[in-house]
């Protein structure tokens, strides 16, 4: 079956963005528009105690500064607040856990994680499972059953990706592809999720001119993303983005590495997994680029999606690695250095170029990064 990517960037508003964000932001644009997919921007606000204003300010201030263009998704934060908040979506997600709970696959749990016995390494030790407790909020969460020994196969096979095979039938693929997608747009619409009804960009701003610093460029094995300008953004990495991980399939033991995990939470709203999985779903998503991190989570979404029948069972990833810091892995929790906007675009299209092997010098604007990327990776 011959299928169109579709694709989302999809930051987390808890936080302003680090460098790390924006390399997962250049990678995604890269692999979905090299291969002519669809790209949308989805702002997970789950989390809505820790959701701020200014930190959806900053992703769409971010993201112009890259000049990356969506097909879909909100335009400012305005729109994002009134049209495509997680909020609008909140039923659709209590249907996916009414469908889990149907099957029987998942039972609540009252117990928080300073109670010792609850968990071991991390990992829930499933006190709860046979209690036959009925969510309460604020007291109980409900966890999805795992199954010990069970390995969750997560596809990274984006050099196979049937997109790549088929040159001649692409007009009838991407209108098969557009036609399937505008079905789920309608239902996406009601649900606080348009997409492709809202074809807009960001301007394509123009990468800053601020003189950048880049070393390492001779060694694409170690690179250096080192703004003159900036005391807070220096950041080296040693590892180059291996491509041939593409290919493979990676293998998760979700009991081991996930335990029963939650998936709505105590305060009544969904868990991250949950809400992503079935976002992807209304979007159509069938290409994830996400950390390594999130590997677990990956695994975790394929297994619900075949439990409630989803297409994003069949959904490809590619899992890339985390930028480091003076040792340490960047992320929000890390307190990670914010973007600095004033910097520019240009570093960090070369930082991505760096990764991935490409010429840098090469690299100094979106669309000569997109150029240098097709040439390498493309048909
Ligand atoms: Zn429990």
Known sequence: ??????????????????????????????????????????????????????????????????GVDFDGGPGGVGEFEAEFSSKFRLGAYKNALKKLEQKGVCYACECSHSMKNSFKNGIYTRVCADKNLKFKKNETAMRLSTIDGAQINVRQNLINFDALGCDSCGEARMAGGLWSNAQKAQDGTANGLKNLTNLRGFGGGKPGDKKFNLNAVENPKKCILNSANSDGLNLTDEAAFETEKFAQTQSVNLAQNLGDFVVWKKDDTPAYNLASLVDD???????????????????????????????FENANFIHHGLLVQSGKKLSKSSRAPAVNVADGAKIHYKFAALKLGLDASKCDTLSNLLEMFKEKFGR
């Open 1 to 66: 079956m011959n299928q169109k990517i579709i694709s989302r960037i999809a930051p987390t508003p808890s936080g302003f963005l680090h460098a790390g964000n924006v390399y997962n932001f250049l990678l995604t644009y890269l692999f979905t528009r090299a291969f002519d997919g669809i790209l949308h921007l989805r702002i997970d606000d789950y989390d809505l105690p820790r959701y701020r204003r200014q930190y959806v300010e900053n992703i769409f201030r971010v993201l112009d500064m890259l």
């Open 281 to 311: 779903e209304i979007l159509g998503v069938n290409l994830l680029v996400r950390g390594e991190d999130l590997l677990a989570c990956s695994a975790a979404q394929k297994y619900m999606a075949q439990m409630l029948g989803y297409v």
